[in-house]
């Protein structure tokens, strides 16, 4: 991944809000700083599509960091 790319991702995911529960309501920073390396370790084929990047993860809800893992399950 270039780093162009990268830059663009991170910048995607502070702008954009990231759905977290069924109500798809924002993710907070702390959220999102939680999920980052599992988006790039497991999804990153889904970047920048931040509603796939959210399906992704729950496809994967039992290789997430327990941090990530614990936002989607609030």
Do not use: H
């Amino acid at each position: 991944m270039n780093i162009s790319r990268i830059a663009s991702v991170c910048l995607l995911l502070c702008a954009w809000l990231l759905p977290v529960a069924a109500a798809a309501e924002p993710g907070t920073a702390a959220q999102k700083r939680a999920c980052r390396p599992d988006v790039y370790r497991l999804c990153a084929g889904e970047i920048p599509n931040v509603n796939a990047i959210v399906r992704c993860l729950r496809a994967k809800k039992g290789q997430l960091s327990p941090d990530c893992r614990a936002v989607f399950e609030n």
